[in-house]
């Protein structure tokens, strides 16, 4: 974990130009948007892994209180910065500093995959849900296109590439099915699991372009090409 750490500190400052500009912004927003599904607008949520925060600032414009926690003092420190209104802290999700039953809601995005213990993250999800709360999560899938991108980025940092994400870091992504079981597994019911994401941010002109005119045909009919998964579950009530 100190070395994802170590990463996100030292990536924080150019974080939002791969995310938050052009295509990334496009990317990241349908992101968000898909998560958002699975939540309940103008509650009270916990972003595990909140980045520069750009998921707390689409939720509260939404008329919610948000909080973030993320393991880089780095990204905490810019998402401090980038939306003054959000309350955000340094913490790790498989032990989260909150009292039970603080939260309506929790999301989590593009962080899943770093977790060496997914488990114990979504343990501690349902521990600071309040019953009834409800959890969305958002990861790379395991996929034709994503089965190469750990080998890829391994071999990035072999050669020195400084960007966003690249680096050996164990990084698991799942099947829907696979994190179906882990939400079910920490008590969660009315877990569902969809596919969103064709136009990756990666993808050059004209295939981004292509790929977003084609994205929603993926994702409803052939939603094993699209790169993320997400799962949604409730935390029952009592
Ligand atoms: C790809 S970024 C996603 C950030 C944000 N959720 C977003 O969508 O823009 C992954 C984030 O997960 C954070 N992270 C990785 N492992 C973590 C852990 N064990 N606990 C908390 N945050 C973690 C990283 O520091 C990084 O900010």
């Known amino acids: 974990m100190k070395k994802v750490q170590q990463h996100y500190d030292s990536v924080a400052d150019v974080y939002d130009d791969r995310y938050d500009r052009d295509r990334g912004r496009y990317y990241h927003e349908h992101i968000r948007n898909h998560v958002m599904r699975g939540l309940s607008e103008g509650a009270f949520l916990l972003d595990v892994g909140c980045g520069t925060g750009l998921f707390v600032r689409q939720y509260m414009a939404g008329g919610g209180r948000a909080v973030g926690l993320d393991i880089s003092p780095k990204m905490v420190q810019n998402a401090r910065k980038h939306c003054a209104a ?36 979504l343990r501690e999800a349902f521990r600071v849900l309040k019953p009834g709360g409800r959890i969305a999560i958002c990861t790379l899938s395991r996929t034709v296109f994503t089965n190469a991108v750990p080998i890829i980025y391994a071999l990035g940092e072999r050669v020195g590439l400084q960007r966003v994400g690249v680096g050996n870091f164990n990084e698991r992504y799942y099947t829907g099915r696979e994190i179906a079981d882990l939400l079910t597994d920490a008590g969660f019911v009315d877990v569902s699991v969809w596919r969103c994401s064709f136009a990756h941010r990666n993808l050059v002109e004209p295939l981004f372009t292509l790929a977003r005119r084609l994205e929603p045909f993926v994702e409803k009919r052939i939603p094993y090409l699209a790169y993320n998964v997400c799962a949604s579950g409730r935390k029952p009530e009592g």
Request: glycine content about 12%.
């Open 86 to 121: 959000g309350e955000f802290l340094v913490g790790t999700a498989d032990m989260l500093p909150f009292r039970g039953e603080t939260f309506d809601a929790l999301a989590s995005l593009l962080a899943f995959s770093y977790l060496p213990d997914p488990g114990a993250m």
